[in-house]
């Protein structure tokens, strides 16, 4: 059996992985990365690609705030096909109930040093005149960019292996144990520290994990330029992200360099099976069409699924298991892990060097569910 020594294993070449692995080798750690399939791919090849401040949570904003200014300090290293473009989000609210969550929103993260603006009826439909014109107003998030997930990751491994980390690709985890890394194939990693960032596969190398699989599809039209000049997303799609039984559906659309259109979003739990559903798929544009009615002239190239690591409290899992205390775990970002790929590192690589991190760790500590899960 052969073993390979590192100061740090990362098992999982997403971008979650491939943003701790690129933050530890610049640590002067010597990293190997672990992934049975491609770089990029799993749920950050099946992705929007959004980088997006959000306000679920103190603590979910705190994180992606965070993580977004990395990403923007980051922009001037990113290579073209990384397509990073800022377009701003638009939070459109289609009557006035949703236009007091509008000022709601604007007013939180006005608090916390985030610009934004209310746009009312008239100065959205000047801004995106595709949309149904008795909506209410929005809220433009200016800052908020998208980006092509493959290609970022492939950029910030890439970034990793010039300092020195090494890849191996096509290897399939059997355990993880006591900062050890066995592969099926007999290939053994032995380290200081091993990080499990293997997204939805995670909880079968980390025993009592509580992360689930959502499934989520989207949408690829041909190429219509500037048919729509933001992300667009309904205020009803926070709604969508809450619900954590039933199926739902909610409109989000982006812009992508091409000129094409992502169109989305869908999430369904104990949904097994990565077919495209029929009946959730119809539903999903059916919504998007309610928005932008000009969207069901245009042409769909591909339709597609993936899944999401999602926690029960909707905050991913970032730093050591208790179990394990050679053991770190980057997983559980559900929606988030583009936008978030960069915080998380920074809180890993703070825990490792023992560094004040520039934003609380605690919300994000494993032992929150590890304890939940001892006292059950």
Request: hydrophobic fraction near 45%; charge should be negative.
């Given at each position: 059996?052969?073993?390979?020594?590192?100061?740090?294993?990362?098992?999982?070449?997403?971008?979650?992985g491939?943003?701790?692995?690129?933050?530890?080798?610049?640590?002067?750690?010597?990293?190997?990365?672990?992934?049975?399939?491609?770089?990029?791919?799993?749920?950050?090849?099946?992705?929007?690609g959004h980088?997006?401040?959000?306000?679920?949570s103190?603590?979910?904003?705190?994180?992606?705030?965070?993580?977004?200014?990395?990403?923007?300090?980051?922009?001037?290293?990113?290579?073209?096909?990384?397509?990073?473009?800022?377009?701003?989000?638009?939070?459109?609210?289609?009557?006035?109930?949703?236009?007091?969550?509008?000022?709601?929103?604007?007013?939180?993260?006005?608090?916390?040093?985030?610009?934004?603006?209310?746009?009312?009826?008239?100065?959205?439909?000047?801004?995106?005149?595709?949309?149904?014109?008795?909506?209410?107003?929005?809220?433009?998030?200016?800052?908020?960019?998208?980006?092509?997930?493959?290609?970022?990751?492939?950029?910030?491994?890439?970034?990793?292996?010039?300092?020195?980390?090494?890849?191996?690709?096509?290897?399939?985890?059997?355990?993880?144990?006591?900062?050890?890394?066995?592969?099926?194939?007999?290939?053994?990693?032995?380290?200081?520290?091993?990080?499990?960032?293997?997204?939805?596969?995670?909880?079968?190398?980390?025993?009592?994990?509580?992360?689930?699989?959502?499934?989520?599809?989207?949408?690829?039209?041909?190429?219509?330029?500037?048919?729509?000049?933001?992300q667009?997303?309904?205020?009803g799609?926070?709604?969508?992200?809450?619900?954590?039984?039933?199926?739902?559906?909610?409109?989000?659309?982006?812009?992508?360099?091409?000129?094409?259109?992502?169109?989305?979003?869908?999430?369904?739990?104990g949904?097994?099976?990565?077919?495209?559903?029929?009946?959730?798929?119809?539903?999903?544009?059916?919504?998007a069409?309610?928005?932008?009615?000009?969207?069901?002239?245009?042409?769909?190239?591909?339709?597609?699924?993936?899944f999401?690591a999602?926690?029960?409290?909707?905050?991913?899992?970032?730093?050591?298991?208790?179990?394990?205390?050679?053991?770190?775990?980057?997983?559980?970002?559900?929606?988030?892990?583009?936008?978030?790929?960069?915080?998380?590192?920074?809180?890993?690589?703070?825990?490792?060097?023992?560094?004040?991190?520039?934003?609380?760790?605690?919300?994000?500590?494993?032992?929150?569910?590890?304890?939940?899960?001892?006292?059950?």
């Open positions: 059996m052969s073993v390979r020594v590192y100061d740090a294993v990362v098992v999982g070449a997403g971008i979650v491939a943003a701790c692995a690129d933050r530890l080798s610049r640590e002067h750690l010597n990293v190997a990365i672990v992934d049975r399939g491609l770089v990029g791919g799993g749920a950050t090849a099946a992705g929007m980088i997006v401040t959000m306000d679920d103190e603590a979910q904003f705190a994180l992606t705030r965070f993580s977004q200014q990395l990403w923007i300090e980051l922009r001037p290293e990113l290579p073209a096909d990384v397509e990073y473009r800022q377009c701003g989000t638009l939070w459109v609210a289609a009557d006035e109930p949703e236009m007091q969550e509008v000022i709601r929103k604007h007013r939180y993260y006005g608090e916390r040093g985030v610009a934004t603006s209310i746009l009312t009826r008239m100065e959205l439909a000047e801004l995106e005149p595709k949309l149904r014109p008795d909506m209410a107003g929005a809220l433009l998030v200016p800052e908020d960019a998208v980006i092509y997930p493959p290609c970022a990751a492939r950029f910030v491994v890439a970034r990793a292996e010039q300092h020195g980390a090494e890849t191996f690709l096509g290897g399939t985890v059997e355990r993880i144990d006591n900062g050890s890394v066995l592969l099926t194939n007999g290939t053994r990693f032995s380290a200081g520290i091993v990080v499990n960032a293997a997204g939805i596969a995670a909880p079968a190398l980390t025993s009592t994990l509580d992360i689930k699989p959502r499934k989520g599809h989207l949408v690829i039209t041909d190429r219509y330029p500037d048919f729509v000049r933001h667009i997303v309904e205020l799609y926070l709604k969508s992200a809450h619900s954590v039984t039933a199926d739902s559906v909610a409109f989000n659309v982006q812009p992508r360099a091409t000129g094409q259109m992502l169109i989305g979003s869908s999430r369904q739990y949904a097994d099976h990565s077919q495209v559903d029929d009946i959730i798929l119809s539903r999903m544009l059916r919504r069409f309610e928005y932008i009615p000009g969207l069901a002239r245009t042409s769909a190239l591909r339709a597609w699924t993936g999401r999602a926690t029960p409290d909707k905050l991913p899992l970032i730093g050591p298991w208790p179990e394990d205390r050679r053991l770190l775990l980057a997983t559980g970002h559900e929606g988030l892990g583009i936008t978030t790929s960069l915080g998380t590192a920074a809180l890993l690589a703070d825990h490792v060097v023992g560094r004040t991190p520039r934003i609380q760790p605690e919300p994000f500590l494993p032992a929150r569910t590890f304890l939940e899960h001892v006292h059950a």
